[in-house]
């Protein structure tokens, strides 16, 4: 068995933490310290880097954030503008979250104008293939499903903030149909609302 390197997307678990534990973002109030710092995203994100710690105990481990706009909004103005903007709430928790993984001393990694997907990906594939290491990738993105090798595996948020469940190969050709390699071209035709990718008129996931 090779050593497991675990790449976390910050901004990913940021959100669903955040909703998770505010009833999708209608209950935030009781989720602050008695200065009325806002704590839900913190305190999930917290609960779940310790789980993976505590119960994983990965021999590398290293967790990427969304730096703002990237390359992607400069060639498509339309690039994610139907998703609603961040909670005001939310916000300033993501800044927390940064300080705490840099308490914990785990890499944190950050590109000006890429998103952590981007960073993930590429650390991923590097890894597996330059390294040797196999690789799991903590993430709410679905995107990343084009990783998926025999070396590389994603976890996807499944019920509760705790669960999750990890997809190999087969598992990404029985949720979407096709091969992890097959993912891009499958996006791009069908497209993609959460980022507001159009896709190709008339061709759906079930044509």
């Known amino acids: 068995m090779p050593e497991i390197l675990y790449l976390l997307d910050g901004h990913a678990l940021a959100y669903r933490s955040y909703y998770a534990l505010t009833a999708g973002g209608s209950d935030s109030s009781r989720w602050a310290t008695t200065s009325g710092e806002p704590t839900a995203g ?39 503008a139907t998703r609603a903007k961040m909670p005001d709430d939310l916000r300033p928790q993501v800044e927390r979250m940064r300080q ?22 590429s650390l991923a594939i590097w890894a597996a293939k330059e ?23 994603v976890s996807l948020p499944s019920g509760k903030l705790s669960d999750s469940e990890d997809y190999f190969p087969a598992d990404v050709q029985r949720k979407l149909g096709v091969l992890p390699e097959q993912v891009v071209d499958y996006k791009a035709l069908v497209g993609d609302t959460s980022d507001n990718i159009p896709g190709v008129r008339g061709i759906g996931q079930k044509t």
Do not use: C, W
Not at 49 to 77: C, M, W
Not at 100 to 121: H, K, Q, S, T, W
Not at 131 to 153: A, E, F, N, Y
């Open 100 to 121: 705490m993984v840099d308490a914990f001393n785990i890499p944190r990694l950050e590109v000006e104008n890429y998103e952590a997907d981007d960073v993930l990906g």
């Open 131 to 153: 390294k040797g290491l196999g690789v799991k990738i903590i993430t709410g993105d679905r995107d990343l499903l084009q990783l998926v090798s025999p070396r590389i595996v």
């Open 42 to 80: 913190v305190y999930g994100f917290t609960a779940v880097l310790l789980r993976i710690l505590e119960q994983e105990n990965p021999d590398y481990i290293a967790v990427a954030f969304d730096t703002g706009k990237t390359f992607r909004h400069s060639h498509y103005k339309e690039y994610k």
